[in-house]
């Protein structure tokens, strides 16, 4: 059974920054694409970023020139730094762990508090 572990949420000035980690464990096998996905109150969850173990990124409009996201493929752990945080960035942030169409798994969530 695969998990993921997330840390680093927590609450930050606007204009700050933290720093999210999430470490993937239970499977041998390699995964494909890990992420970062937010959700808001009253809102959907959305991407905001994510990258393959070749370690090509996507990251959502919102958040380019802001954030990082990086992968430590031995470790199957991803980090997120976030910078120059805002109000607007306020969710709680899930990890996802992306190995197939049938294998597909997220972590329970870290909440992440930017007051303005």
């Known amino acids: 059974q695969v998990q993921l572990v997330e840390s680093g949420g927590g609450l930050v000035q606007a204009g700050g920054s933290l720093r999210l980690s999430c470490a993937a464990s239970g499977s041998s096998s390699s995964i494909n694409v890990m992420g970062w996905y937010r959700q808001a109150p009253g809102k959907q969850r959305s991407l905001v970023a994510r990258?393959?173990?070749?370690?090509?990124?996507n990251y959502a409009d919102s958040v380019k020139g802001r954030f990082t996201i990086s992968r430590d493929n031995a470790k199957k752990t991803i980090y997120l730094e976030m910078n120059s945080l805002k109000p607007e960035d306020t969710a709680v942030y899930y990890c996802?762990?992306?190995?197939?169409?049938?294998?597909?798994?997220w972590g329970e969530g870290t909440l992440v508090t930017v007051s303005s």
């Open positions: 996802n762990a992306y190995y197939s169409p049938y294998e597909d798994y």
């Open positions: 990258i393959t173990s070749g370690g090509n990124t």
